[in-house]
């Protein structure tokens, strides 16, 4: 059997406005924006999957102007400019399309309308189907026994299909007469002006009545309604220009042909890349995508040996070490083998064999034994559950390449030995496969990987020791970030005290909470449903209750919290509902989810920090995710009310960061208004306000110290109009005349700003001021889009990477000041700016002396550092 051709074309710009508009604003850990090229991407992979097309292609618009701008030069003329958040995924966009191996184009001077219009007229005389996939109803017009158009209504997922006979039915005209229609009654959003005063409904009954805009005209005494003709005979030549503008030029000057947009799927390692780049991990599970063993690392003879029994002579120095453990949260995992290397050789050594050697364990606990590792913290940590105490780390290889290029999103090994030209080495992925394949292998197998590990370790210590030199970066390494590998190993492995109890409790005032909602909303609706199916729902707000039909889904209506919170001010239920959401998701997520991390040994939490995830040098938590806890709600911040210290007459102690990160702009942009205001003591967004409104002090309201807030954290992290208009609900005009009055009010952050981009040009990074380096492959870049997201990085960058790592530097010191007046207090954690500890009652004085002395003087700044602090029974007391 002959299959038939299918053409799939993609209307590019529509779907990655809707894509952009539909979903949140996300980005990844790098910062990079994401939710129209994740939006996009889903929206493809359906397609893909359901039609299964033989040829494909993307249209895009090729500019601004187009030839029916020398008709009408107001075309398209009154659109708001693309938000910069939107505009910088469009090249991801096309990435995304070229790992795909889906064509896109462009033509000077026409639409994405025209070449698809083209091109499906193309295929449909072959007689191939084609399938236009678009949110714009002027596609309506391709409509034929061929042509399908796949209308998105809403969102990106609500599409309805469109034959001649289905366009007939909605409209009452053919799809040809879709021109007509929008001839008469225009189009706003193309800014094509039609008749003025006749909507869809009249030019609907005029076409019915007289077939076409020329047949209108032609009898236009039979029109009835003497306000409609004047207007139709007014506006004559209008609406015959209108109808010519919403016409899809089918014979545009396209040079592409019908096979040049073949398409055959595979999954390659280039798309695979850029999913996990962009952190798309439903869509990596989506596509099943799996690391396999390189054959010719696999195959390439590496000697080592199995030691059953272990010497002196075995334990060189330096000694490079590997402790592998079988699970990713190595506070519950078991260690299953060690690999070592030095000049003396490469070796495996079973865990049995490693723990009851003396000789070997007196070797790892001495601190003159020095020892080269990949992930330092977790050998640490690991090895502290079995009671050996790892000393005398030299060397960390995945810290170092980290801080040596922060935007390798692949920190495994493996992938680092090859960027350095090692090839021996294949990635734990690979070799232990993953979920329901994941396997440990017997001990000659097993052995061969971790000594391979084992030996590229020790061949990457010259390589990067000569890359941190070079990079200036050394010190950083070994007074920052490798002692604090260290702390941070003493408080995972501390971890934090956790009551269980008090959790329950928590979770038990929740679901009384949750059922008296739910009796309530029972009661204002007069009926019993199951208020966590969206279905029932939906018929409950919009069938029953007849409220306003905001968003439709394929499966029905939408009840998406962006949905309820604009349905809210109609009906009292819905704030309810809101609620009866949030709790119910502080219930699942932190109350049930906490509890299922207390470590049953000890009867605490210990999360993990992760060193090496971000661009910024910012520290994260996972296993559980401490930093996250939402302490906006009341019921959120009392979850807090569960950590506590761990002996009797301690306290939790908590010490907090006063706006570091306005403090480091200050500094860096030496800002002359900014400084005083520090200096001063004041409060900084009133001094913000009062500066871009012009007004005293007392004048301040409390609307413009929230507009000034907001302003502030923005500018530190690239906030652009539409991202101000957003977060304060004003328009993007007066967002932008805001962030203009604001860098006219400071104008060392705008000099700052503009410096630091130059400098980035010449450079191609940017640094903090430890010298934590930040590249910027995109800062010369051609393509607009690339170029300002990479200036908008270097400017942030700079900033945030220096409050990070003043706090690290802080927590390095800390640790060794508690050492030294020879305390017993604890430091147990660290979100974001926050250091908390516990602290016998008898201590608290003492650290109310050494913490801020500590933290306000970790990093020399020429604004003064403010910490404040506070503490009580619990952490949540601690504020």
């Not at 054959?295 to 592998?324: C, G, K, R």
């Not at 309810?576 to 207390?598: A, F, H, M, N, P």
């Not at 006063?658 to 200050?666: D, G, K, N, Y």
Request: proline letters at 4%; hydrophobic letters at 35%.
């Amino acid at each position: 059997m002959i299959l038939k051709n299918k053409l799939i074309l993609i209307d590019g710009n529509n779907v990655a406005f809707r894509a952009f508009f539909a979903l949140p604003l996300l980005n990844t850990d790098k910062g990079i924006y994401t939710n129209a090229i994740y939006g996009f991407a889903t929206m493809l992979m359906k397609i893909l999957e359901t039609e299964k097309p033989t040829h494909v292609l993307v249209a895009f618009d090729a500019g601004k102007k187009t030839f029916r701008h020398e008709t009408y030069t107001e075309y398209k003329g009154g659109r708001q400019k693309t938000p910069p958040e939107l505009s910088e995924q469009f090249p991801l966009i096309l990435e995304l399309l070229t790992k795909f191996g889906i064509k896109h184009y462009q033509v000077e001077n026409y639409e994405a309308d025209d070449i698809i219009g083209t091109l499906a007229e193309k295929a449909g005389q072959e007689s191939w189907d084609v399938k236009v996939v678009t949110g714009d109803k002027d596609f309506l017009q391709l409509a034929n026994d061929q042509v399908e158009i796949a209308l998105i209504r809403k969102g990106i997922s609500d599409v309805e299909n469109y034959k001649p006979a289905d366009v007939q039915e909605r409209y009452g005209i053919d799809p040809g007469r879709i021109i007509d229609l929008k001839g008469l009654m225009g189009d706003s959003s193309d800014n094509i002006p039609g008749v003025p005063g006749v909507g869809e409904k009249t030019a609907i009954k005029l076409l019915k009545q007289f077939g076409t805009i020329e047949g209108v005209y032609e009898s236009i005494d039979d029109v009835s309604g003497k306000k409609l003709k004047e207007k139709l005979i007014d506006h004559h030549e209008q609406a015959l220009m209108s109808k010519k503008l919403a016409t899809i030029d089918r014979k545009a000057p396209v040079t592409l042909s019908l096979e040049d947009c073949q398409y055959t799927f595979e999954v390659t390692s280039e798309l695979i890349h850029l999913f996990k780049e962009l952190e798309f991990q439903s869509l990596l599970d989506r596509i099943g995508a799996e690391e396999t063993i390189d054959q010719n690392a696999q195959d390439e003879v590496f000697d080592f040996q199995t030691l059953s029994e272990i010497t002196e002579d075995h334990l060189e120095s330096p000694s490079s070490l590997i402790v592998e453990v079988t699970d990713s949260n190595y506070h519950y995992g078991d260690i299953h083998g060690i690999g070592l290397s030095n000049k003396t050789g490469s070796y495996f050594i079973p865990i049995k064999t490693a723990l009851s050697s003396e000789v070997f364990r007196a070797w790892l606990e001495d601190e003159k034994a020095e020892k080269v590792v990949f992930d330092g913290k977790e050998a640490t940590v690991a090895l502290s559950w079995r009671e050996v105490h790892l000393k005398g780390i030299m060397f960390d290889i995945q810290l170092a390449s980290y801080l040596i290029d922060p935007s390798e999103t692949n920190d495994d090994l493996a992938a680092i030995s090859k960027r350095n030209n090692l090839s021996y080495v294949y990635s734990d992925e690979a070799f232990y496969g993953k979920g329901a394949k994941h396997r440990i292998p017997e001990d000659e197998e097993l052995g061969g990987h971790l000594a391979r590990k084992a030996g590229a370790c020790l061949e990457l210590l010259p390589l990067l020791q000569k890359k941190l030199d070079e990079n200036q970066q050394t010190s950083l390494f070994n007074e920052l970030e490798l002692p604090l590998s260290l702390v941070l190993a003493e408080m995972e492995r501390m971890g934090v005290k956790t009551s269980q109890e008090t959790l329950e409790q928590m979770g038990e005032e929740l679901t009384r909470k949750l059922t008296e909602i739910e009796h309530d909303i029972y009661e204002m609706v007069g009926t019993t449903f199951n208020l966590n199916s969206p279905k029932q729902l939906g018929e409950i707000l919009f069938e029953k209750l007849q409220l306003p039909v905001i968003k439709k889904t394929k499966t029905g209506y939408s009840t998406s919290a962006d949905v309820l919170e604009k349905l809210a001010p109609q009906h009292e239920m819905i704030p309810k509902l809101l609620d009866y959401r949030q709790l119910g998701k502080l219930k699942s997520t932190y109350i049930e989810g906490l509890l299922k991390v207390i470590h049953p040994k000890t009867g605490r939490i210990h999360t993990r920090y992760n060193q090496t995830l971000t661009q910024t040098g910012r520290l994260s938590s996972i296993d559980p995710n401490l930093q996250n806890i939402p302490i906006r709600l009341e019921e959120g911040r009392k979850i807090r009310k569960a950590f506590l210290p761990s002996k009797e007459d301690w306290v939790i102690f908590s010490a907090d960061y006063s706006q570091i990160e306005l403090r480091v702009l200050a500094h860096i942009a030496q800002d002359e208004q900014l400084i005083k205001a520090f200096e001063n003591g004041m409060d900084i967004h009133t001094k913000t306000a009062m500066d871009v409104f012009g007004v005293k002090e007392e004048d301040v309201t409390s609307v413009m110290r929230r507009h000034a807030k907001a302003v502030n954290f923005g500018i530190v992290y690239g906030i652009s109009d539409y991202g101000l208009s957003q977060s304060l609900g004003i328009t993007r005009k007066e967002a932008g005349q805001f962030i203009e009055a604001y860098l006219d009010s400071f104008p060392g952050v705008k000099k700052y700003m503009e410096d630091v981009v130059k400098k980035a040009k010449e450079d191609g990074f940017v640094t903090t001021l430890l010298q934590r380096r930040r590249y910027l492959p995109d800062i010369k870049s051609r393509n607009f889009n690339r170029r300002s997201f990479a200036e908008r990085t270097a400017m942030n960058t700079p900033i945030q990477g220096t409050a990070a790592d003043i706090i690290k530097q802080a927590m390095v010191q800390m640790s060794e000041r508690l050492v030294e007046e020879k305390l017993t207090t604890n430091m147990l954690l660290q979100v974001h700016d926050e250091l908390i500890f516990e602290v016998p009652e008898n201590e608290i004085d003492t650290l109310k002396r050494i913490v801020p002395d500590v933290m306000e003087n970790a990093v020399k700044l020429d604004v003064p550092l403010k910490v404040e602090y506070a503490y009580g029974p619990t952490w949540y007391d601690a504020k």
